[in-house]
């Protein structure tokens, strides 16, 4: 097994679970008129088959005990003359009831719309796939996010920023008359777990992807994603009006650049009637935006927006944005630029947050944003790729890094303001909703650079339909469905996916450290980095360790960003003594010798943190090689060898990181605890001339 087909494997089910389903899958009764129609029943089939081991037949009328029906009461009579009450499953939601359909036991599969249909059959394979009952079924769900949408950050010419995974899977060159039937399984494979939108392109790529010749191509996918419910979107490039306008500015308050960008989205609605709309990365890391011109985010966010609004298209308008001129505390300056601008955006735009207000670290706070912003739909930016968590080869289960953040109370209307309740909109009053994920994939066969990463793509999906789940329950159906489910195995996986987060934490940035990453290409530790041009890249800058202590002073006395969250938040973070110990080091610069919890010192816990990681890790290839007779060869193989990387490069960090610290705390290492296994001059010598991901390589 090569991992090529995720979690949709559909491997026959072991006799007891085959013969106890058999009888509730006899036929299948649905329409097969529309692509969306043909879509759903070929997964049922190419499922039921795969699951049950034999042919289901298609039938236009239930014969006997055991029929599947599925459909609309648009495209089935029989759905019809349930008369059931839909309303409250929307456009996308579905229900699946057991029933009496004249006059013999079957199972309803019902949307108001054929995609609410696929969705239902995708969650009754889920239940076959997972080893549930299905014979007393009364079930109804329905996204709770409008947009709910992979971020590719592929260029055109193949590469894939921080991409693990091989190269970009769209094929450019040969679209739009060669659709690769990999287009489809993606489909399938997003819309087995409600991914509803796919921006094809990086968000600081050029403009020829809004050619006429490059649009044709974008037609071709969204034709392919159709039926499976996936529309398209694009980034774009704020200054296309010049690039490939021949205007002289791309000022969004010039006639002509509106005229340019309304223009272009007929034209690209001519082709793509049902395009998603535009994602942005304006004036932030060097992208053309708003500011080229004294212009704000908002009017540069609603020059795009005018120009979607009478197709029905968004804009997506990315607030990671800092300036390098004043780096003070990058982790302000999202906050600073746009909160003045609450209420200024069209409806149709979204801003979209990164869940932390640094990038994407191991562990960070909360974006002080979420809540802050109460006139505008925030749509959440995960990132699925592990830019900063061991590339492909590290096991790191984001699961618990997304729940963590939704869960995360911002008390900006009191206790329960969970960001979660700002993302869905119930906290403000939403009704436009959305959150992203900066994809993990590629052209490896296993489409994510390791079978484990495949849980992160399918976490974030499921989170982005209803982000109050547990990121355990989600852990835990990936595993049935992609490796087996049998209890024994299911549970220790499931155990050292929940804690393979917190190793990586402890093992790279424990206690409220970040980003100290290689420079440039964020592979393994460089604590003591400081080559990077721009101050905010270098790590030196955001873990300010000296002979007194380490960490960031984000209170009062140093950058006071504690003070954008609310109130309560702020005096939390604000306070040492309050601070949860996992942001520690993120608000305060504490001194070596601090008594932390436990009673131990800052030093000591820093060090029994970053051996917690390894030991975490050995513990986690031990469990693995306890699970040999449970996995194919390939698949144990392939996470056998990257968990000793990962062990291998856990003992890295931890010494790297030990060495650097102490040649500045110029402590000794408490008892019981080894010294690192080169010097520090070694690891510094370390350098990684061909890193993947790295655009400028
Ligand atoms: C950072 C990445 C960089 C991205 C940037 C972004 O290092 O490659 O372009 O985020 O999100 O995490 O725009």
């Known amino acids: 097994e090569d991992g090529y087909d995720l979690w949709l494997r559909y491997r026959p089910l072991p006799p007891a679970q085959m013969k106890l389903y058999g009888g509730r899958a006899s036929q299948l009764v649905l329409a097969a008129d529309t692509p969306t129609q043909r879509a759903t029943r070929d997964e049922l089939q190419r499922g039921l088959s795969g699951l049950l081991g034999r042919d289901i037949p298609l039938t236009q009328t239930v014969l006997h005990d055991g029929a599947i029906v599925v459909g609309t009461a648009a495209s089935s009579p029989l759905i019809a003359r349930l008369h059931w009450d839909t309303r409250n499953l929307g456009s996308e939601g579905y229900l699946i009831r057991s029933a009496v359909i004249d006059g013999h036991a079957a199972t309803a599969i019902v949307g108001n719309s054929d995609i609410g249909a696929l969705y239902g059959a995708f969650r009754f394979l889920r239940l076959l796939q997972t080893g549930q009952h299905i014979d007393r079924l009364d079930l109804h769900d329905a996204p709770h996010l409008t947009l709910r949408v992979l971020d590719h950050w592929d260029y055109l010419n193949g590469q894939v920023e921080r ?29 087995s777990i409600g991914i509803n939108g796919s921006v094809l392109n990086d968000v600081a790529g050029g403009a020829t992807i809004l050619t006429p010749t490059y649009l044709q191509k ?32 791309a000022d969004p308050l010039d006639p002509q650049v509106r005229a340019w960008w309304r223009a272009k989205a007929d034209e690209i609605y001519r082709l793509i009637p049902d395009f998603g709309g535009f994602l942005v990365k304006a004036n932030s890391e060097g992208q053309p935006g708003p500011a080229d011109y004294g212009r704000t985010h908002a009017d540069g966010a ?10 029905g298209g968004v804009v997506m308008w990315r607030a990671f944005v800092y300036s390098q001129a004043n780096p003070e505390d990058r982790a302000k300056q999202a906050y600073d630029a746009f909160k003045p601008l609450d209420g200024q955006f069209r409806a149709n735009v979204l801003v979209q947050v990164k869940n932390g207000p640094i990038d994407f670290q191991p562990r960070e706070p909360f974006h002080p ?93 499921r989170l982005a339909w209803n982000p109050s789940q547990s990121s355990r329950t989600i852990a835990e159906e990936w595993v049935r469905m992609t ?15 929940m804690g393979s987060r917190e190793a990586a934490v402890d093992y790279m940035t424990p206690l409220g450290l970040v980003h100290l990453m290689g420079p440039g290409h964020h592979y393994g530790p460089a604590p003591w980095d400081a080559s990077e041009a721009e101050a905010d890249w270098r790590p030196v800058y955001y873990h300010r360790a000296d002979k007194q202590g380490i960490g960031f002073d984000r209170t009062r006395s140093g950058s006071d960003a504690a003070a954008q969250y609310a109130p309560p938040v702020a005096a939390q973070f604000s306070d040492i003594q309050q601070t949860p110990e996992r942001f520690l080091l993120y608000f305060h610069h504490v001194p070596w010798d601090y008594r932390m919890r436990s009673g131990q010192t800052l030093w000591y816990e820093l060090v029994a943190h970053y051996a917690q990681g390894v030991e975490d890790v050995k513990r986690m290839r031990e469990t693995w090689r306890g699970l040999h007779g449970y996995v194919d060869e390939q698949r144990y193989q392939q996470t056998a060898s990257f968990l000793a990387i990962q062990e291998k490069e856990a003992q890295w960090w931890r010494d790297a ?10 402590q000794p290492l408490p008892p019981g605890y080894a010294p690192p296994e080169h010097s520090l001059k070694y690891y510094q010598s370390l350098s990684f001339p061909y890193v993947p991901g790295f655009s400028s390589w």
Not at 374 to 390: A, H, N, S
Request: with cysteine; proline share 5%.
């Open 163 to 191: 991409g693990y995974a091989g190269a970009s899977i769209w094929d450019w060159w040969k679209l739009p008359d060669w659709r690769d039937p990999r287009y489809t399984d993606y489909a399938r494979a997003n819309a």
């Open 218 to 249: 974008v037609a071709a996918l969204a034709d392919v994603f159709r039926p499976y419910g996936i529309r398209v979107y694009l980034s774009i490039r704020f200054s296309a009006p010049i690039e490939i306008g021949g205007l002289k500015t």
């Open 302 to 311: 609603n020059v795009l927006a005018d120009a979607l609004a009478p197709h």
């Open 369 to 461: 944003l979420f809540g802050a912003m109460p006139k505008t739909p925030l749509m959440m930016e995960f990132e699925i790729t592990k830019e900063y968590l061991g590339f492909a080869t590290h096991l790191v289960y984001l699961g618990p890094v997304y729940e963590e953040v939704l869960s995360s109370d911002t008390m900006t209307h009191g206790k329960g303001s969970t960001v979660a309740k700002v993302i869905d909109g119930s906290l403000e009053g939403h009704r436009l909703t959305g959150m992203a994920g900066d994809a993990n994939i590629g052209t490896d066969r296993d489409w994510c650079g390791s079978d484990f990463n495949q849980a992160n793509w399918y976490v974030f999906g």
């Open 483 to 497: 490796f087996s489910n049998d209890d024994a195995f299911v549970k220790p996986v499931v155990d050292m996916m």
């Open 657 to 666: 990181c030990i060495a650097y610290f102490q040649s500045i705390s110029g």
